[in-house]
Each structure stands twice: as C-alpha cells, then as structure tokens.
C-alpha cells in the first residue's frame, strides 16, 4: 500500500497489532509486533506457518475471474522458476544464458508478429505491459520531437490518441511524460474508438495512437486495420508521420492463435510498437510483458543506456534496474514446451469455456452479453435492461464471493457509466467442470432472489443507449 499512517507508540503497543500465535511452541509464546521490526528472531518454520496463515484470507487465485494474469501453470514451469528466482534480468554478463532466452523470446514475438523481414528484431522483458507502454510511448515521443525539430516547429505540446475504455497505464503515461491525452469516447453499444473520431481528434503534435487489441472493458478488438488505412491516407493528405501503437497486452497471445488472418500488427505499415503482456495470455506468472518495435529506427538512441558496471557493456531500455529473470526463463519453457499448437489448443480452449459461460449466463433470461459475439475468452453481461430483479451485478458479485468466485462489478467508461456489468476472464485452469459449477451458482443466485423475473414495461428506463 502507497500510504501508512505511521502508528504511533500507544497503537503499537495496543493487543491487536501485535500477532499472538497460539501454537504450543516456546518460540512463539511472545506477541510479535505487526507495525514494527521485532526485536527478536524467530524459528524459519514458524516464522512461515504465520506468514502462510494470514494469507489463507486471500481469495483464491484460480477463482479469480477478475484478473487478466495467469493463475496457473504446470508443475514443470513453477519447478523451472523456483531453480531460477535468484537470477538478477540486468546481470547480462553473469547470466548470459538467461540474457540469451529473452533474446530468443523477443525473436519469437517479432516473428509472431510478422516484423518485415528485413527489420530483424527489437525490442526488449518489462516488468509487464504497463512498463512497456511507457517505454513505447517514451520512443514516440522522442521520434514525433524529433520530427518537429527537422521541421523547426514547437515541441511543447504533445497530445496522444486514446480510447476513453483504455486501461490505466496510457494514462498514467500521460501524466507522467507530460502528454496531453485526447480521450475518443466510447459509445453506441460500439465500446472502441470510431475511425473518424481518431483521425479527427489528429494534429501534427499527435505522437500516436494506442489502438487496443482486447479492451479491459469488454475484450473487443479495435479496428487497427481502419485505423492504419485512414492514416495512410491523413498522412499523405498533412504531411504529418503520425504512427499506431498496438496495447495488445491481452490480445497479443490471442489473436495470432484464433484469429491468424487479422491484420493488426507490423503487417500494417503505421503499426510501428506494439506491447504485450508476457503474463497474461503468455501464461506466465505475474511479473513479465514485452515491448516489441517495428525496427530500430523506431527507438532512438539515446533512450538507450549502457552500462558497464556489471562488466561487459550492457544496452538497456527499462524502467527498471533489477528484476526477476525467472519470468522470462518461464516465457521461453511456454513458447518451446507449447509451440503454435499447444499455444493455439489452449486458447482455443478458453474460447470454448467462455461461449459456454456466455450462452448459460443468456439462457437464464437475465444476464445479456455486451457483445454479440466474443473475440477473446472474456465475458462482459450486465442484467437484461427489459426484466426486474430483486438484485443488481453488484450483489451478485457479493454473491459469488460468499461461494469463493471473484468476479468484478463495474460500470464502464465515460459515456456508458450507467451501465453496470460483470466481467469474467476464462484463462487456462478455468476448466469446463469449473464453469458448469459456476454456472450452477448463479442458477442458485437467480432462484434465490428473484422468484419469477417479470417484464417490465421498457417505457420508464432513461438508460443511455450503451
Ligand atoms: C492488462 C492491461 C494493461 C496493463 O498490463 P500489465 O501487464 O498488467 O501492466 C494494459 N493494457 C491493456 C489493454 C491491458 O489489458
């Protein structure tokens, strides 16, 4: 947590912030302190039977359909990163090997991603996508300066083009690199920015624009061809190299299984970065994403460091200084141990499970999903407008926690925020025999609290028309 409010002596002197175990160990007679370092060492096992208690009130991490991030992985993968958890990412010169793996993988990625051929790779671990949108913006910024200062122009004021449904990070960039962000809202029971509205919302400070491959919202798939074709024709028209950028956190390790005919990466010619995260869709724990460039001429110079402290003469473009390596090491064990069919088999499968999840949650004649058909394992539904109920998605959601589900309401962006939903990631370890059990919950929900859903007259509702 970001704030503590430091205690004072008399709280932490008070009973309750102290842990007092009852296990019939000597070692463990004595409160030890919550808010402060206690004075005294304790035996290891006991030490982790009191860390590994307090945790038992977290919820459960394979019902967490809230999140995006991998939940589970084969033994194999947790044994490979528990052999590597001591490897330093930036101690290239001592771990070569490892150094080596994140080469490969960052190949494996511009491959999948169809970087011309003539470009070879570039591009580089993060901690996550949020990490690698930074980077990626940063690299915009400084070539859109670039441009201006050629032209002699003003560089004051730089403006990006996103989504008002896009995930925080884009903001926080804003904000913290001094971008004014041109927020295209999102409307219409169409939850991605329109073609016109991005080209319109463009001027010649535009450093980019983020097209989003799977909102947060919904999992929708903006429309980067369109994007990149009114683009070709706005450039030629201004004058003006305005490029795209892909957030494929999510629909980076998608698309390319399920939908392998979408264009919406370096085959288009404006595509010019795109990010991904490594633990999502990657299937890796918590802790790795990818920044990926079309060339790297797309990267300027001097956003890059080197090192030699660590010996050797390390190029490095990150946020960061050490990180785990483990998480890439893992990355390379998925992509040699799945390969485009296992890759393809698992998705394919969550697909599956997710239109399962979708047609039981309509069949109950309460929930409706947002989007006719799905473009990614993930189902956003809200309760059918036309009945009423005695709850709302909220209490639902409340619901399902009591039975250990976490599974997230919300209300959707600006524009839309009176519609309130519920949203469910399918990732792999959300098995078939899990959803039906599922489904079965809500069943029990619906009986429970509404006896009967009964037409109401669809006169009265001023929702707005998303
Ligand atoms: C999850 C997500 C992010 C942030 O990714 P992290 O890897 O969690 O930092 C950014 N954009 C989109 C579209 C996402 O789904």
Redesign the pocket.
Known sequence: MLHHIKKNKKDIEDRRNYIMPVYGSRDLEDPIPKYSLPENSIDPRHAYALVKDELMLDGNSRLNLAT??TTWMEDEARQLMADTFDKNMIDKDEYPQTAELEDRCVHILSDLYNVPDENGACGCS????????MLCGMALKWKWRERMKEKGKSTDKPNMIISSS?????EKFCRYWEVEPRLIPVSDGRYSMKTEDVIAACDENTIGIVA?????HTGEFEPVKEYNDALEKFNAETGFDIPLHV?????GFIAPFIAPDLEWDFRLKWVKSI?V????FGLVY?G??WAIWRNAVELPEDLIFRVNYLGGEMPTFALNFSRPGNQVVAQYYNFIRLGREGYTRVMQACMDTAKFIKGSLEETGVFESLLPELKMPLITFRIRRDIETGFDVFGVSEMLRHRGWLIPAYTMPENCEDDAVLRIVVKEGMSMDLAHLLMEDFRRIIEKFSKKPERIQSTKRTMKQC
């Open positions: 995006f991030v993060t901690t996550g996508s949020s990490e690698a949108a896009v995930q925080v990070c884009w989003i491959l799977g909102t947060t957030d494929a956190a999510s629909g990010n995260s490594g633990h999502k918590p790795v994403g």
